[in-house]
């Protein structure tokens, strides 16, 4: 009687045992690969495609190139325009060169030099200008004395002539002298009026506007020369800095944009859904192909408010397949819920539909791929 009661005990132990291990796996979801879908912000035409569907590739590794003719050109220029940008601020920083700064007061020497030239000039040149009035009025005071006496003389000659007491030669010497006398006095006559003119123009308001000029004229070559030797003002800085920035952004941009004309793997793993030929079109933002990651997959399932309080981010699970039987692969919380929510459609009894859940991403560690995405998981909390 005692062994048949121990035998008893035995196996409703052995099934407690079994129904124990069997509700450990209560939670079950669909195993999710991760993957990347990948593709280009700008599009084009396809120019290469490196590899194809079932295909390893490795993170960086090239899927797609797309023609890149325009966007290589506006990286270019944008580079050009950078580097312009930045050698203004470089000289600006510099300063005016020695050899500027020489010139720029060496003209501003040369502006004063000749402004006190200017300056110095006006009187002796009035002085002259008088003095040659004054002599040019005695000379033709004295060539208009000498033509009315050439003019007596010749008028002697004529009537001398006409009574026949000197002959044709002595009067046509008398005339030749009178016509060369009215000659002279009117050549004195124009110098005159020459020597007027000249003192009249150094006397008028020409003049001193001949020294503001000057003065003027002076006044910027020294402007000039001092702020050659300053070199740039602040504002002027500010404003190239300014400049090389904005160039800089746009040479980011076009590189950038630049990038988007291949695309390339964003991890290592499985390349799927890749269906391009070179010289397809491809749109801003469409995807070129589906890249299934090499990494853990994962499963979210729902947690019963009951069982929440057992887990946390980090705490370790166990998992298994009907896939892989009698095999058990390990798991890792890595995302709780913050909010409840009736469970989803497809959990098995109405009983559980109608609770409140909380959705948990479980990664499951599966080194080897054993497992296929879409395969059904099986997961026991502690």
Do not use: W
Request: hydrophobic share 45%; proline share 3%; net charge neutral.
């Amino acid at each position: 009687m005692t062994a048949h009661r121990s035998a008893v005990i035995l196996v409703c132990a052995a099934l407690c045992s079994a129904c124990g291990t069997s509700d450990r796996f209560a939670y079950s979801g669909t195993l999710q690969p991760e993957v990347a879908n990948v593709g280009s912000t700008v599009g084009g035409r396809v120019t290469e495609v490196a590899t194809s569907d079932g295909r390893l590739v490795r993170a960086g590794q090239l899927i797609v190139a797309l023609d890149d003719s325009q966007l290589r050109a506006q990286y270019e220029a944008a580079n050009h325009e950078r580097a312009q940008a930045a050698a203004a601020l470089r000289d600006l920083l510099a300063g005016s060169r020695p050899e500027e700064i020489a010139r720029a007061r060496a003209e501003a020497a040369q502006a004063q030099a000749q402004l006190r030239k200017v300056a110095a000039s006006q009187p002796d040149e009035i002085r002259v200008a008088r003095a040659n009035v004054r002599s040019s009025a005695a000379d033709f005071a004295r060539a208009l004395a000498a033509e009315r006496q050439q003019s007596l003389t010749y008028g002697r000659a004529q009537q001398l002539y006409e009574e026949g007491a000197i002959a044709a030669q002595a009067r046509d010497d008398a005339r030749a002298g009178y016509q060369t006398a009215v000659a002279n006095a009117r050549a004195a006559r124009a110098q005159l009026a020459s020597a007027r003119a000249q003192f009249a123009q150094l006397t008028s308001a020409s003049q001193p506007s001949d020294l503001a000029a000057a003065q003027s004229a002076y006044a910027a070559a020294a402007a000039n020369a001092n702020l050659i030797a300053a070199g740039a003002r602040p504002q002027q800085i500010a404003q190239a800095r300014a400049a090389l920035s904005a160039a800089t952004a746009n040479a980011a941009a076009a590189a950038s944009l630049l990038r988007e004309m291949s695309v390339r793997a964003p991890a290592s793993g499985i390349i799927d859904a890749l269906d391009l030929r070179v010289g397809d079109m491809v749109g801003p933002r469409a995807t070129v192909a589906a890249v299934r990651e090499n990494v853990d997959p994962y499963v979210r399932i729902y947690v019963a408010q009951r069982d929440l309080g057992s887990i946390a981010v980090g705490t370790n699970v166990q998992v298994r397949s009907d896939a892989l039987p009698g095999t058990t692969l390990g798991g890792r919380v890595e995302e709780i819920d913050q909010d409840a929510q009736f469970t989803p459609r497809d959990v098995q009894t109405a009983q559980d539909r109608a609770d409140l859940v909380f959705g948990v991403k479980v990664r499951v560690h599966d080194p080897d791929r054993r497992l296929h995405g879409g395969t059904t998981v099986e997961v026991a909390l502690p």
